[in-house]
């Protein structure tokens, strides 16, 4: 088995900074892309950020240079850092791995696309 947890959310002015941790547990052996989405209430899922298990990255143009995505592969764990935080980055952040392959002692096994249980960020003054 394997868990995606998400922290870090919470209640931020306009202007303010939060980042947000989401750390795999498990054997892990090793984890694909982690990414971290968003939804906002009444829209639609949407990718914010990308980071491959290189250390390549991607954004969401309405993130670009205000975000910054980054992993630490012995931890497990990927981070989103935002600054500049506006009201319309109000939403459920959720984190995603397109695998994780784990072990046990006998075999190696690969679950796709883990979903995180998600964790709030509201930007309101």
């Known amino acids: 088995q394997v868990q995606l947890v998400e922290s870090g959310g919470g209640l931020v002015q306009p202007g303010g900074s939060l980042r947000l941790t989401c750390a795999a547990s498990?054997?892990?052996?090793?984890?694909?892309?982690m990414n971290w989405y968003r939804q906002a209430s009444g829209k639609q899922r949407e990718l914010v950020a990308a980071?491959?298990?290189?250390?390549?990255?991607n954004y969401a143009d309405s993130v670009k240079g205000r975000f910054t995505i980054s992993r630490d592969n012995p931890k497990n764990t990927v981070y989103l850092q935002m600054n500049s935080l506006k009201p319309e980055d109000t939403a459920v952040y959720y984190c995603n791995a397109d695998y994780v392959m784990t072990y046990n002692s006998s075999s190696y096994y690969r679950y796709l696309e883990v979903w995180g249980q998600g964790t709030l960020v509201t930007v309101s003054s």
């Open positions: 498990g054997n892990i052996f090793s984890i694909g892309a």
């Open positions: 980071i491959a298990l290189g250390g390549s990255t």
